[in-house]
């Protein structure tokens, strides 16, 4: 079974500062996605940015990136030039090609004017 | 298309009645999952389908839990004999099951429905 670590229960910056957030994973599989998703309060979850993991570089999406070591089993999200509509709970989350999707119990991020 | 749509929003049921709720997908996806979220944590799997199939269900899904997709186009979950544990948001989330460039493996979420069990 796949499991999806997020150790950072809380985190805050201060706007226009950079911030990351960790998620850790584990898996047998070799080929598979992992994502992160944000909720913002009582709104629904959009996708922030995706990484196939056959990919060794590492996905961007304008002041979203991440660090994603395979050997390791880590996906971390980094935030640049944070906005206060960046607030929300983040999710990272792990999928088998073409299964279900998993993820971890969020990190909730607060960005302070 | 706008997008996944859940019905009702909101329920609130008094503990032993059953509750059903509704996932409209977005029309081209083929897969539709259910999950559950509790206050601070992040979702957790119930089940999917691909088309009308239902492909995998987790543990969490009890004997009192039930979901459906009749057509491969809209699916229910329906709750039996509610329990102030099953409070929580249901969450519906669509996607393409199937290869190729289409399918980047994105799950599109809907706003999710809250169920209070009182």
């Known amino acids: 079974a796949q499991t999806v670590t997020q150790s950072q229960p809380e985190m805050s910056v201060q706007e226009a500062e950079t911030v990351t957030l960790s998620c850790t994973y584990d898996?047998?599989?070799?080929?598979?996605?992992l994502f992160w998703y944000k909720q913002p309060p009582s709104r629904q979850m959009i996708l922030v940015i995706r990484?196939?993991?056959?990919?060794?570089q590492n996905a961007t999406e304008n002041r979203f990136s991440v660090n994603f070591q395979k050997a390791a089993k880590s996906f971390s999200l980094k935030i640049s030039d944070s906005q206060l509509g960046d607030t929300a709970m983040y999710f990272c989350?792990?999928?088998?090609?073409?299964?279900?999707?998993?993820f971890g119990a969020g990190t909730r991020l607060t960005v302070k004017p | 298309d706008t997008g996944v749509s859940q019905d009702p929003r909101h329920k609130i049921t008094k503990r032993g009645q059953n509750v059903t709720f509704r996932c409209d997908p977005i029309?081209?996806?083929?897969?539709l999952y259910w999950y559950r979220q509790t206050l601070g944590q992040g979702p957790e799997f119930l089940t999917y389908?691909?088309?009308?199939?239902?492909?995998?269900k987790s543990r969490l899904l009890s004997d009192r839990f039930s979901a459906e997709r009749p057509k491969g186009s809209f699916s229910t979950l329906e709750i039996q004999r509610t329990e102030q544990g099953d409070s929580a948001m249901y969450l519906c989330?669509?996607?393409?099951?199937?290869?190729?460039?289409?399918?980047?493996?994105?799950?599109?979420f809907g706003e999710g429905s809250r169920l209070t069990v009182l």
């Open positions: 898996t047998s599989e070799n080929n598979y996605y």
């Open positions: 389908f691909q088309n009308e199939a239902q492909l995998e």
């Open positions: 989350a792990f999928m088998k090609l073409y299964n279900d999707m998993r």
């Open positions: 990484q196939e993991a056959y990919k060794q």
């Open positions: 989330a669509s996607s393409w099951g199937l290869a190729g460039d289409s399918n980047t493996g994105e799950l599109f």
């Open positions: 029309s081209e996806h083929n897969r």
